[in-house]
C-alpha cells in the first residue's frame, strides 16, 4: 500500500471470526430464550419481531448469523412462505 492511500479497498463481505460469531449466537439465542419465559411469549413470535425489525434495518451481520442457524432460519422460512400464501390468496380470491 502507498503512503497516500489511506484507506484499503475489500471486495467481498468480511468474513467473521469465530468470537464474533459465537458472541452473536450467544446474544441472540439467549436473548430469545429469556424473553420467551415470559407466559404467553413464543420464541418463534419474538424471532419473527426480531427478523423483521432487522431485515427492516438491513443489520447484516445478524442477518448472516441468521441464515446459519437452522432453527432460525426455518422461522424465517415459515413466516415468508405463510405471508407468501395470505397474500396470494387474498389477491386470488
Known amino acids: 500500500m502507498s503512503k497516500f492511500n489511506i484507506f484499503e479497498f475489500k471486495y467481498g463481505k468480511e468474513k467473521k471470526s469465530l468470537k464474533k460469531w459465537i458472541k452473536i449466537g ?3 439465542h439467549l436473548s430469545l430464550d429469556t424473553i420467551s419465559l415470559i407466559p404467553g411469549v413464543q420464541k418463534k413470535k419474538v424471532f419473527n419481531l426480531l ?4 431485515s427492516s434495518m438491513g443489520i447484516d451481520i445478524l442477518n448472516d448469523y441468521i441464515i446459519q442457524d437452522p ?4 422461522y424465517r422460512i ?6 407468501s400464501i395470505k ?3 387474498k389477491n386470488n380470491v
Open 26 to 28: 450467544a446474544i441472540v
Open 51 to 54: 427478523d423483521e425489525v432487522q
Open 87 to 89: 397474500e396470494y390468496e
Open 71 to 74: 432453527e432460525l432460519i426455518s
Open 78 to 83: 415459515e413466516r415468508v412462505l405463510d405471508n
